[in-house]
């Protein structure tokens, strides 16, 4: 195939996994190290990442491995639970009754999904006992009690009619004859009304007892006596309410044995669990205890931690998504391998490898650069020059726009900018674990900064921790030609031979062989007294 062809292909690839069916993602899904083979097995999970990092993809994966083996999958979009958007976030409504109305909406979705995954076309018929347990499942979600006082009063009524009938009556004959008819009539009607009268009000509620127990009465009658719970979009459920959501997930559904469950959810934007001040009570799902596993897909991917995985992965993952497309559009897609897609689309392995450096790790990134670097590149193959061109459109146009839209953030940004790249040359800088910045955590989650590599130690602070971040490739790619370019991720304590400052890019070891990484936000914030 040649590039223009290649190029065509790339602008119709989709950009978001939801808008693809299961057999389309189980085909372009590529794995990251033993990920699959980890949430594939019966132990429930955690997966956390950033927007765009395949969470959904993932979760997809499994669905389809897992249905293959003959297990029922019960998928949820966390979006979609409840009938208003706002419901749950109005403050205006007592956080009990909140919680209460999205365990029992949850609880009532996973109630619908089982239901239809009876009676899809195709799918195997089940007894009279599964069928007994799915309505007490949607018993127990739908449970009502009345706080208060249910008064009866009964009210007799007693009417009385008088009525009166006088008549003339005249009858011509021989003789003439008059009669006289007069009648009294009185009508008594009695009725009696009752009437219902409540002190209090209807609250819902759900008894986590029946709710287990339903959902036990319904593995025990599944295939392989297995119930798989997918959630995605953990994190657009209010962060108040999640506790109390993971609660009941973990006394309803993961005290049953045969029930698993994973959860895909933005870390930082994530409460699985809400323990008492004296530490005595808690409520949701313990880490380690009762969800034994949990992995962060931005640990994976980065081309600083290792770029010769980060570029396989990419290489597979665009190979795999072009040739689904071309299939799709019954276009003839003739090549055989990634390495054959590298050299047909790219000009040289140096202008990929560049590519894969602007995705950050991030393959929804790596689609929308593609894109546009197609779109740019036309009937050529994609070069180097390209690449950056279309890496610094994409950062503007989306995670640019994102960032101004707070202006505290863009702020922050800019310093950021200013401080490392301008100020030290470099891309890289260390947090401290101990700092939890919201402004941070919104760089963060909107892909404009990337963490590398965490829980880290610094020859600057000694028995401190830090988290290693870099700046998002469109920070500083226009730079990458001027004066002001940077020179590695970090500085290195070590010079070079003529006595000019070293950068690196992975320190070998640890990172103690870095100086003037650690960036002090209160430095920021002093300057900036009003964000």
């Known amino acids: ?159 009385l009619n008088d009525e009166a009938n006088f008549g003339i009556g005249i009858k011509l004959k021989a003789a003439p004859q008059l009669d006289l008819n007069l009648e009294d009539k009185l009508v008594t009607t009695e009725s009696q009304t009752t009437k219902r009268a409540v002190t209090g009000r209807a609250i819902a509620r759900i008894n986590f007892g029946s709710l287990s127990a339903s959902v036990s009465n319904i593995v025990a009658n599944m295939p392989n006596k297995r119930l798989w719970l997918l959630l995605d979009e953990w994190s657009e459920v209010p962060i108040d309410l999640q506790p109390y959501l993971a609660d009941m997930i973990r006394r309803g559904f993961l005290s049953v044995r045969g029930v698993t469950a994973k959860f895909a959810a933005i870390e930082h934007r994530s409460s699985f669990r809400k323990v008492s001040d004296d530490g005595l009570m808690s409520v949701g799902i313990e880490l380690g205890a009762d969800v034994s596993t949990s992995l962060n897909l931005d640990d994976y991917m980065v081309f600083e931690n290792d770029p010769h995985a980060a570029s396989e992965f990419f290489s597979e993952m665009l190979f795999r998504h072009m040739k689904a497309s071309a299939d799709k559009d019954g276009v003839e897609f003739d090549l055989k391998n990634r390495a054959e897609l590298v050299n047909s689309m790219f000009t040289q392995k140096d202008a990929f490898d560049e590519f894969v450096k602007a995705s950050e790790g991030v393959p929804r990134d790596a689609i929308n650069i593609l894109s546009k670097c197609a779109l740019k590149a036309n009937k050529d193959k994609i070069s180097t020059p390209t690449v950056r061109d279309s890496a610094r459109n994409w950062f503007m146009s989306s995670k640019h726009n994102d960032v101004s839209s707070r202006n505290s953030a863009y702020k922050l940004l800019e310093w950021i900018v200013q401080e490392v790249i301008k100020g030290r040359r470099a891309r890289g800088f260390l947090l401290n674990v101990k700092s939890r910045d919201s402004l941070i955590d919104f760089l963060f989650d909107n892909r404009v900064i990337h963490l590398i590599k965490r829980s880290i130690s610094s020859k600057e602070e000694p028995g401190e921790k830090f988290n290693a971040f870099t700046l998002d490739y469109g920070c500083y790619v226009e730079l990458v030609n001027s004066s002001a370019a940077p020179r590695g991720l970090f500085e290195a304590i070590e010079e070079e031979a003529n006595g000019a400052n070293k950068f690196i890019d992975v320190p070998q070891t640890d990172y103690r062989s870095i100086r003037r990484a650690v960036l002090n936000l209160d430095e920021f914030y002093s300057k900036n007294l009003t964000v």
């Open 1 to 159: 195939m040649n590039s223009e062809d290649l190029n065509k292909i790339s602008l119709s690839l989709s950009k978001r996994a939801e808008s693809n069916d299961d057999e389309h993602l189980a085909r372009t899904f590529v794995s990251v190290g033993n990920i699959p083979t980890l949430l594939s097995n019966n132990d429930s999970a955690i997966i956390f990442g950033r927007r765009g990092t395949g969470k959904t993809h993932l979760l997809s994966f499994i669905n389809k491995t897992i249905q293959d083996s003959g297990s029922v999958v019960i998928s949820i979009d966390m979006r979609t639970i409840g009938s208003s958007s706002g419901l749950y976030a109005d403050s205006s409504i007592p956080l009990p009754e909140r919680a209460t109305r999205l365990l029992r909406d949850t609880a009532n979705a996973v109630y619908d999904r089982i239901i239809e995954s009876y009676t899809n076309p195709g799918t195997q018929k089940y007894g009279i006992d599964i069928v007994k347990a799915i309505d007490k499942l949607a018993d127990a979600a739908a449970e009502v009690k009345v706080e208060g006082q249910v008064n009866n009063e009964i009210q007799a009524i007693t009417s």
